[in-house]
């Protein structure tokens, strides 16, 4: 931690009006007349520090130095609409829960501008915010990031039949499912073998039957006489109160009853 930032915690507790020991309030006048006493220097050295990293924007219980989330945010919000000047400073510098009350704060091209920067925070918080803000064509790279709730929200915005095979691999399993089943045919390869590795698996996933099911369900009928019998190897790899034995047995018997392909 800075020794600015130190010392801006330490001035907290004469910020506080009203405490239930639960939750503060903050006297704004006072938080506003803190930070526009720094100097430019200080204020980049406060709000840029790393100590904000995964900083709490809210805990329960009585003080220490990082019960003061609400603060910061209140901070940040009158900063908004008392000092452009002093809201440029912290939107180009921000790190950490500061970029996240930054961006929860700000607007229009400032915003954008901030969730650009939000994008490569080591806070998933800020990442997260990004994610959401940024113009969906800025937020492709975002795939890749290493939080699941990072990807899952770049796939809601881009959407998964536009991505999909991108997530393919994914290691998260609900990520992956979402990607697989929208597969076509000539985008699998060994299907057959693949759905027989799959219902074979004693240790499967619910991810793993959600694919199988949609395996069978593109698998050339020709094809589904080989796999009358899974049922039984499926119900004899895994017990319990699983629906996915009757669901493929369902799936294949209707697609070999119906005269629609």
């Keep these: 931690m800075r020794k600015i ?5 330490d001035a907290m507790p004469k910020t506080i009006t009203t405490s239930n020991g639960w939750y503060n309030r903050y006297n704004e006048d006072l938080l506003f007349d803190m930070i526009s006493s720094y100097d430019k220097k200080l204020i980049k050295s406060l709000v840029s520090d790393p100590y904000w990293n995964k900083y ?3 805990t329960y219980g009585k003080g220490g130095p990082r019960s003061y989330g609400p603060a910061v945010h ?3 919000r009158v900063v908004s609409m008392r000092s452009q000047e002093l809201l440029s400073v912290i939107l180009k510098n921000s790190a950490g829960y500061f970029l996240c009350a930054t961006l929860d704060t700000s ?3 400032e915003r954008i501008s901030a969730a650009r920067r939000a994008k490569k925070s080591k806070d998933v918080r800020a990442r997260k915010r990004a994610a959401k803000i940024l113009p969906v064509k800025s937020i492709r790279s975002m795939s890749c990031d290493k939080d699941a709730g990072v990807r899952n929200i ?10 999909y095979r991108d997530f393919v691999n994914d290691n998260d399993g609900w990520i992956s499912s979402q990607a697989k089943v929208c597969l076509s045919m000539d985008e699998v390869s060994n299907c057959k073998e693949q759905i027989l590795t799959l219902v074979e698996n004693s240790s499967r996933s619910w991810a793993d039957e959600r694919f199988a099911k949609r395996l069978i369900s593109l698998l050339p009928k ?3 006489l080989y796999l009358l019998n899974i049922k039984m190897n499926i119900e004899n790899t895994r017990t319990g109160l699983s629906s996915f034995p009757n669901d ?3 799936i294949i018997s209707s697609r070999l009853n119906t005269s629609w392909e």
């Design 248 to 250: 493929v047995e369902k």
């Design 222 to 224: 020709e094809d589904l």
């Design 107 to 109: 607007s229009g091209k």
């Design 154 to 163: 770049v796939i809601k915005r881009v959407g998964i039949d536009n991505c």
């Design 56 to 58: 709490p924007s809210y």
């Design 5 to 9: 930032t130190s010392n801006f915690l």
């Design 74 to 76: 209140s901070l940040v």
